[in-house]
């Protein structure tokens, strides 16, 4: 079993940051990605940052230049750096981990869910 904790959610003034947290533990042999998605009321869940293995980084195209992704494969977790928030970054963040267990066992694992405010 592996297992996604997040942590760093809040209520941020528009053009403020934020840092989210995500750590994985459980049984993993390795993380070929870990990133984060978001789903606003009403909307759909959509991806914000993904980083690999090898540290190729993939971008939501609303938060390019704004947010930066980082990881510590010595400890399964992931940082996304969340600056010059907007309103519209309001959503719940998911933690999302592409984990192989064994050599022949792959899973998509999801965290729970923090919440981003961002309003005066």
């Known amino acids: 079993q592996v297992q996604l904790v997040g942590s760093g959610g809040g209520l941020v003034q528009p053009g403020g940051s934020l840092k989210l947290s995500c750590a994985a533990s459980?049984?993993?042999?390795?993380?070929?990605?870990m990133g984060w998605y978001r789903q606003a009321p009403g909307k759909e869940r959509e991806l914000v940052a993904q980083?690999?293995?090898?540290?190729?980084?993939n971008f939501g195209k609303s938060v390019k230049g704004r947010f930066t992704i980082a990881r510590d494969n010595a400890k399964n977790t992931t940082y996304l750096q969340m600056n010059s928030l907007k309103p519209e970054d309001t959503a719940v963040y998911y933690c999302n981990a592409n984990v192989q267990q064994t050599e022949y066992i792959f899973l998509e694992v999801w965290g729970q869910g923090t919440l981003v405010t961002v309003s005066s």
């Open positions: 459980g049984s993993i042999f390795s993380i070929n990605s």
């Open positions: 980083i690999t293995s090898d540290n190729r980084r």
